[in-house]
């Protein structure tokens, strides 16, 4: 219905994954705000987030491509809250959030999930360029591959070269991988290094991999 031009949703399940804020986009046709997923503090049951798992959570769905909204409820010595009067932040979300803004704004088109139905993990925005969402999952490498389709944008094809970044949203950092990646013919309906070549990851959770074609 055109009278409606946005879909805000209570709830935290959604972002949860980056598929399942997908999913909400492929439902309503509009843009999606999760709003009050929770809250960072030292509160209630709806506002114990650590700050790592509020910026977990606003990740998932910004790689999904809905909005989510931020908030917390430190409780100081019976002084109001943030969530009631406003004022300055306490805690330390709202600038891993800050970060991944900027890396989000540095994207050519907005960000949507390449393969909502057969790959939980990738994410695009645009012709060759992806992003990766590892979550809370460490690993020590990753084999280069990404999926043959690519939403509304053109198909990774043989030949492609690629250059990717480590981006630690926690740390708030950005590594240039030093490797190139040149991908085969699909198989199985995925694109691989040619040399099956990986990437070396940090022993940290939170990461992104930025995969843009060269």
Request: glycine content about 8%; aromatic content about 14%; overall charge negative.
């Amino acid at each position: 219905m055109p009278e409606f031009t946005h879909v805000s949703i209570q709830d935290e399940g959604p972002v949860q994954s980056s598929t399942s804020s997908a999913t909400l986009r492929m439902i309503f046709h509009k843009p999606v705000i999760c709003d009050e997923v929770g809250y960072e503090g030292n509160y209630a049951r709806w506002g114990r987030y650590s700050p790592q798992q509020m910026t977990f959570l606003v990740t998932n769905g910004v790689m999904g491509g809905i909005y989510v909204t931020h908030g917390e409820v430190y409780l100081y010595d019976n002084q109001p809250m943030h969530c009631a009067i406003g004022g300055k932040f306490k805690g330390e979300s709202w600038k891993r959030i800050k970060f991944l803004r900027s890396i989000v704004e540095e994207a050519p088109n907005p960000i949507e999930m390449s393969d909502i139905s057969r790959d939980f993990l990738t994410s695009t925005a645009g012709d060759g360029y992806y992003f990766i969402n590892f979550g809370k999952q460490i690993q020590d490498s990753w084999l280069f591959n990404l999926p043959a389709r690519n939403e509304i944008y053109r198909r990774p094809a043989p030949g492609n070269r690629f250059k990717v970044d480590i981006i630690n949203v926690w740390e708030m950092t950005v590594y240039e991988y030093p490797d190139t990646f040149e991908i085969s013919e699909p198989n199985d309906h995925r694109v691989y290094d040619k040399d099956l070549k990986k990437v070396r990851l940090p022993d940290a959770p939170y990461l992104l991999l930025r995969i843009r074609q060269i």
